[in-house]
């Protein structure tokens, strides 16, 4: 059997103007990361099963991993995510750090499950997490993250919204207000995150089937129809769930007085579907009717380091894949075209004889200027010169023929506004250098 051109199931083959559009969002969640004083970390591509069977539990290991046993008969798999490893590495090594830990990575991660739009099994993902802020305030730097990496991509807040709730406020509503038992608390906590994924009917229907008291359900449908901050905060107040109420108005109040509360929104069907959450929880969301879906989400966890049998340590994480991203920009208009390649200059020999002196001056334009230098390999004529110059990007082209040659010279031609110059590359390069950085 012939083997085939095409690239694993819910996998990519990066042609380099998939590969410049990937490297652009990179370079930008960097940056973005950077200037919030975040520090880039990586781990294995293989960790231990157990690893991630300790921190999301059996349906992942069953469902959505790629795994197998080694040579050591060690059962280990390929990284689904990354928080678990992130979690043995700050384990190991927090006794030493100051706090705050600001991390921050972009591994490539892979997952068994049914590529569709917005998801593949192989998917590179912009990790951010800070352990050890006080309360509210690590929640609120990384919504200021999530929100300061969209907006340098050019969104606005009529492009994405930021959905939030708590998850120790939908627990004690649950288990205390509605008194349910535990068994019956994670089957509502399922069927809450999939409210915005079924119809109303069958919301209703699901529900019901949990056979929950007249009271209870009087309960669940005041708390469902919560649709602000405000509301929620008068429901915590009426309710006398003071803890919660302290975080939730703390957090209103950061937000307004750092200008992001336009961004946010409650939402009491954001609960995120891992049980490791403990506190605020969030999903940003695509306002475009033709991308309605989440672009990223995240929350706060506390107990992660316990499954080393570590302390516990408040933390807030999120995670962005590049997928997903793409897809945001694309739909808004805010990827760049990447289908060519750009280059600050393109130079070209007009006979053999000049080839040897095109390959030296590319050499010096790179090593003092740090200029993107593409050459030519063989003579080409001024008429296939210039073509062959647009379509590596070039912002000028350089020519060396017989005439150049004798005169120690180079002609440099704006690709933009057409001017010419000659200049002697012996005396003039740093002019040459300065010209084609303009």
């Not at 190991?92 to 499950?113: A, V």
């Not at 579907?273 to 306002?287: N, P, R």
């Amino acid at each position: 059997m012939a083997l085939s051109k095409k690239p694993y199931k819910g996998t990519r083959d990066l042609y380099p103007p998939q590969k410049r559009a990937q490297n652009h969002l990179f370079d930008t969640m960097r940056k973005a990361a950077h200037s919030m004083g975040y520090e880039p970390y990586d781990g294995p591509l293989l960790e231990e099963v157990a690893l991630y069977q300790a921190k999301s539990g059996d349906e992942l290991i069953r469902d959505q991993i790629y795994s197998f046993t080694d040579r050591g008969d060690r059962f280990v798999a390929i990284r689904p995510e990354m928080t678990p490893t992130l979690a043995r590495m700050v384990m190991g090594h927090h006794q030493q750090e100051t706090k705050p830990i600001r991390l921050f990575s972009i591994p490539n991660l892979m997952r068994y499950e049914k590529p569709q739009k917005g998801r593949l099994r192989e998917h590179w993902q912009f990790n951010c997490d800070i352990f050890g802020a006080p309360t509210m305030m690590g929640e609120v730097e990384i919504l200021q993250m999530a929100i300061n990496l969209l907006t340098s991509f050019g969104a606005t807040s009529k492009q994405f919204e930021i959905l939030i709730n708590h998850r120790e406020v939908v627990t004690n509503i649950f288990s205390d207000l509605m008194e349910l038992d535990s068994q019956k608390v994670h089957a509502l906590y399922k069927i809450i995150d999939r409210a915005k994924k079924v119809t109303k009917e069958e919301l209703n229907k699901m529900i019901t089937a949990l056979s929950l008291t007249n009271r209870a359900e009087l309960i669940l449908t005041d708390y469902l129809q919560l649709s602000s901050f405000d509301q929620l905060i008068l429901f915590l107040k009426q309710n006398k769930l003071e803890q919660q109420l302290a975080e939730v108005t703390l957090l209103v109040e950061l937000a307004s007085k750092l200008g992001i509360d336009q961004f946010l929104k409650f939402d009491p069907t954001i609960v995120r579907g891992l049980d490791y959450y403990t506190g605020l929880v969030f999903e940003i969301f695509d306002k475009n009717p033709d991308n309605p879906r989440a672009i990223c989400g995240g929350g706060a966890y506390q107990n992660l380091l316990t499954i080393f049998g570590g302390p516990v340590m408040p933390a807030v994480g999120f995670g962005l894949g590049d997928v997903t991203l793409s897809d945001f920009l694309t739909t808004h208009g805010l990827m760049p075209d990447f289908t060519h390649p750009t280059s600050d200059i393109f130079i070209s020999a007009q006979d053999s004889d000049a080839q040897i002196e095109v390959l030296k001056l590319a050499a010096r334009l790179r090593q003092g200027g740090g200029l993107s230098v593409v050459t030519h390999p063989e003579p080409v004529k001024i008429k296939k010169a210039f073509p062959l110059a647009e379509k590596r990007g070039a912002r000028f082209v350089a020519l060396i023929g017989e005439q150049e040659l004798t005169d120690g010279s180079v002609q440099i031609k704006n690709m933009a506004t057409r001017e010419q110059s000659t200049l002697k590359i012996k005396d003039q390069i740093e002019d040459i250098i300065k010209l084609i950085k303009l």
